[in-house]
């Protein structure tokens, strides 16, 4: 197996889990502008999924993937705590080794305070770090990153707009309202890691039916393409299944890339918010 090739298919697999995931002081009004009311999900929540990639044209599994949710606090705040854990198998191992953790501290209206991802991919390991402040209605953004060569990198940002990270987008996407969406309507989504801001947006595509790996469990779910423009063309990278109840749980994705798909299906849930009532019997 091209060790290459499931770099950057676990990496996008990584990426897909996201784009869809605090106070002794009182809130500071403008991080409240960049919030939204959370419905979907609550402290205690876990989600798993398994990975698989079509090698060959036949789907080998490849890995799992955790996230989870607290209520925890960030400098004296109250805050949602979220963690993404993603990791190869035995077989995976024996070819590449793939380790990322992320973790994002945001308010409880869901705005973004702190982002962190460590990532093992090979023989090379990064780290992308992030601090959120809003001076004055902007968001200000101080990055720090160490390049798998031992670099460091400092750099800070200021928007007039909110920005986000691939966790925080995460969280915020599920408590959209589909009922006010339009087939076709798009959602701008910018997302920054601590090199630059993504030009991306979610697309809204409709309602479906969807039946599960394992053949027998079907959900009613809302269908979410995640879309980046680079190079004067957009590219969908990613396609979001999520559940058609108050949870907006994401019960499968599927990964476009220029060597072949990938594709994350939920395995395993607990701690829900609210009553799972999608699931079709």
């Known amino acids: 197996m091209n060790k290459g090739i499931f770099?950057?298919?676990?990496?996008?697999?990584?990426?897909?889990?996201?784009?869809?995931?605090l106070l002794a002081i009182s809130p500071l009004p403008a991080a409240a502008q960049c919030g939204i009311e959370n419905t979907a999900f609550k402290s205690g929540e876990f989600l798993s999924y398994d990975l698989y990639f079509n090698w060959k044209f036949v789907w080998v599994k490849v890995g799992t993937a955790s996230m989870s949710t607290v209520q925890s606090n960030y400098k004296g705040q109250k805050a949602f705590r979220s963690s993404l854990i993603t990791r190869g198998n035995d077989q995976l191992d024996n070819v590449f080794i793939m380790r990322d953790t992320l973790l994002c501290y945001t308010d409880t209206d869901l705005s973004p305070l702190y982002f962190r991802k460590g990532a093992r991919e090979g023989d090379?390991?990064?780290?992308?770090e992030l601090w959120y402040t809003y001076p004055k209605g902007n968001c200000h953004l101080k990055m720090h990153r160490i390049d798998h060569d031992g670099d460091v990198h400092w750099k800070d940002a200021e928007y007039k707009d909110c920005i986000y990270d691939?966790?925080?987008?995460?969280?915020?996407?599920?408590?959209?309202n589909a009922d006010k969406l339009q087939v076709g309507e798009n959602i701008p989504m910018p997302i920054s890691d601590a090199r630059h801001l993504t030009n991306s947006w979610l697309k809204y595509t409709g309602k479906t039916t969807l039946k599960m790996k394992n053949g027998t469990t079907k959900y009613r779910c809302l269908t979410f393409s995640f879309i980046e423009r680079e190079d004067g063309k957009n590219h969908e990278l990613i396609r979001f299944y999520i559940t058609d109840d108050k949870n907006h749980m994401p019960v499968r994705l599927d990964m476009f890339l220029s060597f072949g798909s990938a594709k994350a299906y939920l395995s395993g849930y607990k701690g829900l918010r609210n009553k799972l009532e999608s699931k079709v019997n």
Do not use: E, H
Request: proline content about 3%; aromatic content about 16%.
């Open 124 to 128: 090379r390991y990064y780290v992308d």
């Open 166 to 176: 691939m966790m925080s987008i995460f969280l915020r996407a599920r408590n959209f």
């Open 7 to 21: 770099y950057k298919a676990l990496s996008a697999v990584t990426k897909g889990l996201l784009p869809l995931m």
